[in-house]
């Protein structure tokens, strides 16, 4: 049912009558910085990420204006909340950054919407297919990979190491994780927890039910597909772990904020495992260094994790300035220079070139990122995306219904059908 995902984009069609007004006046005033041949020297770009994510891009961005002195940067950035809120209202309006960083979840509905333009400027050569493949739509290719990536989990080596106890090893089960956290929370003091609760989050669940057969949660066609019986067993689990206070309480997991050092569960000491790309890993190590490790997902019949991309750079559609826009992100991906910048901030680089040129030099925080890529590589499920709309379902639409879940708002099986619902008025 698309109605819900038409009204949205309605809605900040309308809301974004003013910004049209805006982006006149701001093209208006551009044009006095235009070259002879009419077009902007000016290119805008917008990212979501960590401090250090945010240090490297924008000192390849001035590596890129010394090589190209008529190029001037408008920078827009945050973290990721509230970046989609503010992508969606722009690109609405016309009105987006010319280089937009995005992200596999959201890839679909952009390009199914006209939103991203096809790029046919930068060289893929030296990337592996299959990653050039995750940002074709329709056979044509409209985001360029910046980094390969694993999904699995991210835990505090040196409390393990003070606790005196094992360390989790990929190869590792659910049930071997379960376990784990039952024995390690009574040596904790109050108030610090083994796990985050993953009640709310859909991707950690996904692994979860792709390690049990059941596939991913939309099948191919973009259908509801989470099964039902794997779900109400995930979800159960959880709500033993809450009772025997293994997990966060509900209150403390949604008041997360991701990456911030004072409100992340993991970098305020809150808890001592959590998910993670790895691609994420830096946001971790470089605010104390030496303390977290990665490990592949764990597995049941099957194995829990995947490759996936870790972002994507699109162009925007309106974009006046396509071609300079399609330059910038072939250097970003194959300049040495701009590589040695940027390391693994965005992931493991995808130029395999520049890869065998970088991993003789990788220090431990790469070669944890690369070690989770190549640990996940062998048995990895298949990277689904999901259909359009599945990243609004996924950030806030299962989000809500797990928090009425921890919260003893709604009883399972009740969940179970709102999610049904949920998906319905949201994907597709």
């Given at each position: 049912m698309r109605?819900?995902t038409c009204?949205?984009w ?7 009558v003013l ?17 002879d041949?009419?077009?902007?020297g000016?290119?805008r770009?917008?990212?979501w990420g960590s ?16 090589k190209?002195p008529?190029?001037t940067?408008e ?18 309006a ?8 995005m ?5 679909q509905e ?9 790029l ?8 592996d ?14 985001s360029?990979?910046?980094g390969?990536n694993?999904?699995?989990?991210v ?14 090893e990929a190869g ?5 994780l ?22 709310y ?7 979860y039910?792709?390690?049990k057969?059941?596939?991913?949660l939309?099948?191919?066609?973009g259908?509801f ?7 109400l067993e995930?979800?159960n689990?959880f709500?033993?772990?809450?009772e ?6 509900p ?8 990456y ?5 569960l993991?970098?305020n000491n809150?808890v001592l ?10 946001s971790?190590?470089s605010?104390q260094?030496?303390t ?17 991309p ?12 396509k071609?300079e ?14 590589a040695?910048?940027?390391g693994v ?5 995808v130029?395999?070139t ?9 220090g ?9 890529i190549?640990?996940t ?10 259909p ?5 379902f996924?950030n806030?639409g299962?989000?809500q219904?797990g ?9 399972p ?10 998906f ?5």
């Amino acid at each position: 049912m698309r109605k819900n995902t038409c009204k949205k984009w309605l809605v900040l069609l309308i809301a974004s009558v003013l910004m049209l007004s805006l982006a006149a006046c701001s093209a208006s005033s551009n044009n006095a910085n235009s070259d002879d041949n009419g077009s902007s020297g000016k290119l805008r770009i917008v990212w979501w990420g960590s401090q250090e994510r945010h240090d490297a891009t924008v000192k390849v961005l001035e590596l890129y204006k010394e090589k190209n002195p008529d190029i001037t940067f408008e920078m827009e950035y945050s973290g990721w909340d509230g970046y989609w809120d503010k992508l969606a209202t722009q690109s609405a309006a016309k009105n987006a950054p010319d280089i937009i960083q995005m992200d596999a979840q959201f890839f679909q509905e952009y390009a199914s919407r006209n939103q991203l333009a096809e790029l046919d400027k930068v060289n893929t050569t030296d990337i592996d297919q299959s990653l050039v493949d995750s940002g074709k739509y329709n056979d044509k290719l409209y985001s360029i990979a910046l980094g390969n990536n694993a999904y699995g989990l991210v835990y505090n080596k040196s409390v393990f190491e003070k606790l005196g106890v094992p360390l989790p090893e990929a190869g590792w089960t659910w049930d071997d994780l379960f376990n784990m956290a039952k024995e390690i929370q009574p040596k904790l003091e109050e108030g610090k927890y083994v796990l985050r609760d993953f009640t709310y989050d859909a991707s950690i669940y996904e692994m979860y039910q792709l390690s049990k057969g059941k596939g991913h949660l939309s099948k191919e066609d973009g259908s509801f597909n989470i099964d039902k019986e794997t779900w109400l067993e995930w979800v159960n689990i959880f709500s033993e772990l809450r009772e025997l206070g293994v997990v966060t309480p509900p209150d403390v997991t949604v008041s997360e904020q991701e990456y911030d050092p004072k409100q992340d569960l993991l970098l305020n000491n809150t808890v001592l495992i959590k998910q993670s790309f790895a691609a994420q890993f830096p946001s971790y190590d470089s605010v104390q260094p030496d303390t977290y490790e990665l490990v592949k997902a764990p597995r049941s019949e099957e194995a829990g994790g995947y490759l996936k991309p870790s972002m994507f750079w699109a162009v925007s559609e309106h974009s006046k300035n396509k071609e300079e826009a399609q330059k910038f992100i072939d250097f970003f991906i194959n300049d040495p220079e701009a590589a040695e910048i940027l390391g693994v901030t965005r992931g493991i680089p995808v130029s395999n070139t520049i890869l065998d040129s970088m991993k003789e030099n990788f220090g431990q925080s790469e070669l944890s990122q690369l070690t989770l890529i190549e640990e996940t590589a062998p048995d990895g499920q298949i990277f689904n995306g999901g259909p359009k709309g599945w990243g609004d379902f996924q950030n806030n639409g299962y989000r809500q219904v797990g928090e009425e879940l921890s919260f003893g708002q709604i009883e399972p099986e009740a969940a179970y059908e709102q999610l049904k619902k949920v998906f319905e008025d949201m994907v597709n």
